[in-house]
């Protein structure tokens, strides 16, 4: 079934260090999925960082990117330098053209240490 | 102002025992769902509503029911809870919701249930 497997945490970098947190996707439809990246700070719900909808496109927010690549289904999310502010819960997520039930990750918990 | 509502925050109910969890949304938006995270495991996309109909149910048990008496609620009852029932459960809405491609679901913050 369609899935989504992302870098299990909790991970802890240093400020202005660089962080990558890995997305890999499993989608058995034909049609392509759209790809999400949400993220949850401490005591607030769960927002969206980015999208990406078509293939081989780049999405970016707050410093964040992320690349839809098909070949290797994945949708890893980037950061050059990462700052105490961005500590929080990211979740990859998918959801198949024409269905509304999105497929989460099981959230990666990141720690920036000033 | 929070966009979406859910309360309560926090609920303990005993097993067997019957509550109601609830969400309002004041994004204007058509469509609402309700998701679960169990802990350790990821959100669980339980039921989608668009216009106030039912459009997709993936949630084996009977024992959950959503209620929609206005566009922007969608309640959830939860009836002979258990404690595997124990979880966070999140709101979410959409603009659309008719299966319209690039359609970002806003989340509420979640009712965080546990069962004893």
């Known amino acids: 079934g369609d899935s989504v497997t992302q870098t299990e945490g909790p991970v802890t970098v240093s400020e202005s260090e660089s962080l990558i947190i890995n997305c890999t996707y499993s989608?058995?439809?034909?049609?392509?999925?759209?790809l999400f990246w949400y993220v949850r700070y401490p005591g607030e719900g769960l927002q969206l960082l980015l999208k990406?909808?078509?293939?081989?496109q780049k999405g970016s927010s707050r410093g964040f990117e992320a690349t839809y690549n098909k070949e290797t289904t994945s949708f890893h999310l980037q950061k050059a330098s990462v700052q105490e502010s961005d500590s929080a819960v990211y979740y990859c997520?998918?959801?198949?053209?024409?269905?509304?039930?999105?497929?989460f990750g099981k959230g990666t918990s990141l720690t920036v240490i000033p | 102002d929070p966009k979406i509502i859910q309360k309560p925050k926090y609920l303990v109910a005993v097993t067997g025992s019957e509550k109601i969890l609830i969400c309002e949304q004041y994004?204007?938006?058509?469509?609402m769902y309700w998701y679960r995270q169990s802990a350790k495991k990821p959100l669980e996309f339980m039921f989608s509503?668009?216009?106030?109909?039912?459009?997709d149910n993936q949630t084996a048990s009977s024992r959950f029911q959503p209620q929609s008496s206005k566009k922007n609620h969608l309640d959830l009852q939860i009836t002979a809870l258990k404690p595997d029932d124990s979880a966070t459960y999140f709101c979410?809405?959409?603009?659309?919701?008719?299966?319209?491609?690039?359609?970002?679901?806003?989340f509420g913050p979640g009712t965080r249930l546990l069962v004893l």
């Open positions: 979410a809405s959409s603009h659309n919701g008719l299966g319209v491609n690039q359609d970002t679901q806003y």
């Open positions: 989608a058995t439809s034909i049609a392509y999925p759209n």
């Open positions: 990406v909808i078509t293939a081989g």
């Open positions: 997520a998918l959801v198949i053209t024409g269905y509304q039930n999105f497929y």
């Open positions: 994004l204007g938006h058509n469509a």
């Open positions: 509503y668009s216009y106030q109909k039912l459009m």
